[in-house]
């Protein structure tokens, strides 16, 4: 009686697992057919750029800095910056709707100021001081709407070669006439709402992007996007935390175009 008992158990806990397992393996051939939320969800998580559009052109906008192509100062330290501008206007926020879909400056609009390719500082008014090192440097200017997209015209921009200290070397060694990318954004940290959309934004000097010329390639957490138009990009299904962003100028055989600028990487950070 005993021994049937326990067969009949046993049997009837053979047929349960082996039905568990039948039951398990059908599910598992239903969530392959049709993903679950949770599946779906991480399927569009994954790394998209796409071209920003609907923000105002200012193709009349200009900023100038009476100071020659190249500026020779004596020692290191504390230099005014005397910026002018022309149809645009620092501190106001850009209209339209870009600056509730990206992170905006409750600042408004602003200059970024670049030297030697490092992070831009942001300059809400024309004028102000930087500290400038001894040696050879390079200085790009230009024109940011609030949400910090730059100003993309022949005169939205200026660039400096700076020779500084009694003996200055250029240990760069730009060539100021070749083409050159210089990085902007994502810069910093991004949180909440500000870290789902990411604005990608560059500036181009000396040469134009197409699909059979020059173009930039970018490399997000190992993803790669090839920009064939001068133009913002919006990056969207960034995950939480570090997110690493490499930007390159290549040629058009996909080449590394020569240049100190025309390859830098950047790390952001993003949180929830």
């Given at each position: 009686?005993k021994?049937?008992?326990?067969?009949t158990?046993i049997?009837?806990?053979s047929i349960?697992?082996t039905?568990?397992?039948?039951?398990?393996?059908?599910?598992?051939e239903?969530?392959?057919?049709?993903?679950?939320?949770?599946?779906s969800?991480?399927?569009q998580?994954?790394?998209?750029?796409?071209?920003l559009?609907?923000s105002?052109?200012y193709?009349?906008?200009?900023?100038?800095l009476?100071?020659?192509?190249?500026?020779?100062?004596?020692?290191?330290?504390d230099?005014?910056?005397?910026?002018?501008?022309e149809?645009?206007?620092?501190?106001?926020?850009?209209?339209?709707?870009?600056s509730?879909?990206?992170?905006?400056?409750?600042?408004?609009?602003?200059?970024?100021?670049?030297?030697?390719d490092?992070?831009?500082?942001a300059?809400?008014?024309p004028?102000?001081?930087?500290?400038?090192?001894?040696?050879v440097?390079?200085l790009?200017?230009?024109l940011?709407?609030?949400?910090?997209?730059?100003?993309?015209?022949?005169?939205?921009?200026?660039?400096?070669?700076?020779?500084?200290?009694?003996?200055?070397?250029d240990?760069?060694g730009?060539?100021?006439?070749?083409p050159?990318l210089?990085?902007?954004r994502?810069?910093?940290e991004?949180?909440?709402?500000?870290?789902?959309?990411?604005?990608?934004?560059?500036?181009?000097?000396n040469?134009?992007?197409?699909e059979d010329?020059?173009?930039?390639?970018?490399?997000?957490?190992?993803?790669?996007?090839?920009i064939?138009?001068?133009?913002?990009?919006?990056?969207?299904?960034?995950?939480?935390?570090?997110?690493?962003?490499q930007?390159?100028?290549?040629d058009?055989t996909?080449?590394?175009?020569?240049?100190?600028?025309?390859?830098?990487?950047?790390?952001?950070?993003?949180?929830?």
């Amino acid at each position: 009686m005993k021994t049937y008992y326990l067969t009949t158990v046993i049997l009837s806990l053979s047929i349960t697992f082996t039905g568990c397992k039948q039951q398990k393996k059908n599910v598992t051939e239903e969530e392959i057919a049709n993903p679950s939320v949770e599946e779906s969800i991480e399927i569009q998580q994954s790394i998209t750029i796409e071209k920003l559009e609907n923000s105002p052109i200012y193709p009349d906008a200009a900023l100038t800095l009476d100071l020659p192509e190249t500026i020779k100062i004596s020692q290191g330290g504390d230099m005014d910056f005397v910026f002018n501008l022309e149809n645009y206007e620092l501190g106001a926020q850009t209209q339209g709707p870009n600056s509730l879909k990206l992170a905006n400056s409750g600042k408004g609009q602003h200059i970024h100021f670049i030297l030697d390719d490092q992070p831009y500082s942001a300059h809400y008014e024309p004028r102000f001081k930087k500290e400038i090192p001894d040696g050879v440097h390079h200085l790009v200017a230009f024109l940011s709407r609030s949400y910090h997209e730059s100003v993309k015209n022949t005169n939205s921009v200026i660039v400096r070669k700076l020779m500084v200290g009694a003996n200055p070397q250029d240990s760069l060694g730009l060539d100021m006439k070749a083409p050159t990318l210089i990085y902007s954004r994502p810069k910093g940290e991004y949180t909440g709402k500000d870290a789902e959309s990411l604005l990608l934004d560059f500036f181009v000097l000396n040469t134009t992007l197409s699909e059979d010329g020059h173009k930039v390639r970018a490399t997000i957490n190992g993803e790669e996007f090839i920009i064939t138009e001068w133009a913002p990009q919006v990056i969207k299904g960034l995950p939480m935390g570090e997110v690493i962003i490499q930007l390159e100028l290549l040629d058009e055989t996909g080449t590394l175009i020569p240049g100190p600028f025309n390859k830098v990487t950047r790390t952001v950070l993003l949180k929830e």
